[in-house]
Every structure is written in C-alpha cells, then in structure tokens.
C-alpha cells in the first residue's frame, strides 16, 4: 500500500483543514500552465497546417486532352 502513495497511519485518515488563500498560488499556476498548452497546441497546429500547405502547393501542366484520355481514357469509360 505505501508504494501506491496510501499511507496505513490513523492520522492519514483524518480530514485536514485546507487554507483556502494557500491554494491560491497553486490554482493561478495551474491556469497559466493550462494557457501555455493551449498556446503551444496552436503553434503546432499552425506549424502543421503551413507543412500541410506546403506539400499541398503543386505545380500544374496542361495535358492535351488526347494525351490525357490515352493516358486516363479506360477510367473514366469504366461504369
């Protein structure tokens, strides 16, 4: 039991007052860590969104439609 973090003692057991203001420091660190994941999963998202784009960004070549339907021609005949 004390490797999974509970403690045996009857002393544990008891309810502890909790100083509301002591919590205080540790909630504002909380929600400004939760802001800065939130501002990091932005960033990468906007990183993986301009990578996206990039690989997107292709270069186009005018194929005379002879060529294209001896190339394509089967496919687009199909049912």
């Given at each position: 039991?004390?490797?999974?973090?509970?403690?045996?003692?009857?002393?544990?057991?008891?309810?502890?007052?909790?100083?509301?203001?002591?919590?205080?420091?540790?909630?504002?660190?909380?929600?400004?860590?939760?802001?800065?994941?939130?501002?990091?999963?932005?960033?990468?998202a906007t990183g993986r969104l301009?990578?996206?784009?990039?690989?997107m960004d292709t270069e186009r070549?005018?194929?005379?439609?002879?060529?294209?339907?001896?190339?394509?021609?089967?496919?687009?005949?199909?049912?």
């Amino acid at each position: 039991m004390t490797l999974a973090g509970i403690q045996t003692g009857v002393e544990d057991l008891k309810p502890k007052a909790v100083n509301p203001e002591a919590l205080l420091p540790s909630a504002k660190q909380l929600l400004a860590l939760r802001e800065d994941l939130r501002a990091e999963e932005d960033r990468l998202a906007t990183g993986r969104l301009d990578l996206a784009r990039r690989y997107m960004d292709t270069e186009r070549v005018k194929v005379p439609r002879e060529e294209f339907d001896a190339w394509f021609g089967e496919v687009r005949d199909a049912p």
